[in-house]
């Protein structure tokens, strides 16, 4: 299986920073590699889908970046409602992975 | 707009079966593989399995395989996740999850029904 690996495990920011999740898999995806949002007691929210596309209805500060084996979430101007748990996923391989979360908090 | 609603959870023994559902409306069920994902308490997601658009393909997480399978009816829009010899480490919510269209990625996903295994 593909393990994917996100750094740091948690971060605190502040309203206006700008925040970068590191997401690693152990071997190369290409650029299959999603990005979900999880706020507190909700369903995850899909993000960014093939490394850097935005999907529809999410707000442009959101961005992600890379291919291969290393992949970057940035969130520009992090905003109130930003504060969640943030999740990569491959699915390059059948069996898809997900990293084990990011917790941006305030 | 997309609407997934899971039903079947509840509390079950260890060893023993339980059959999730998923309800799926707002789009076109037969042209979308569907997947399930769960989440242990206070834990992260954990990808469990998937099925092909007609049925035809599955594939699973290699904790589960030879315990669960999935299925569904495409004419009644519905997605089923057949569990056995249930573990305590299977307690989790379960979320069903739709796969956008072309693209291997999970862009709808249900509000999760709970299955405790105890």
């Known amino acids: 299986d593909v393990q994917m690996t996100q750094s740091p495990s948690s971060l605190s920011a502040s309203v206006g920073d700008r925040v970068n999740i590191s997401c690693r898999a152990s071997q190369t995806i290409d650029n299959y590699l999603n990005w979900y949002q999880q706020k507190s007691g909700k369903a995850p929210k899909l993000l960014i889908y093939?490394?850097?596309s935005l999907q529809s209805g999410v707000p442009s500060r959101f961005s992600g970046s890379g291919s291969g084996t290393d992949f970057t979430l940035t969130i520009d101007s992090l905003q109130p409602e930003d504060f969640a748990t943030y999740y990569c996923?491959?699915?390059?391989?059948?069996?898809?992975?997900f990293g084990q979360g990011t917790k941006v908090e305030v | 707009q997309v609407q997934l609603i899971e039903s079947g959870g509840g509390v079950v023994q260890p060893g023993r079966s339980l059959r999730l559902s998923c309800a799926a409306s707002g789009f076109t069920f037969s042209s979308h593989e569907m997947h399930w994902v769960r989440q242990a308490p206070g834990k992260g997601l954990e990808w469990v399995a998937v099925i092909s658009y007609d049925g035809s393909q599955t594939d699973f997480t290699d904790s589960v395989k030879g315990r669960f399978s999935v299925s569904r009816d495409n004419s009644k829009n519905t997605l089923y996740l057949q569990m056995s010899s249930l573990r305590v480490e299977d307690t989790a919510l379960y979320f069903c999850?739709?796969?956008?269209?072309?693209?291997?990625?999970?862009?709808?996903w249900g509000q999760g029904t709970l299955v405790i295994v105890s």
């Open positions: 996923q491959q699915s390059y391989t059948s069996l898809w992975t």
């Open positions: 999850v739709r796969e956008k269209t072309l693209m291997p990625t999970l862009d709808g």
């Open positions: 093939a490394a850097s």
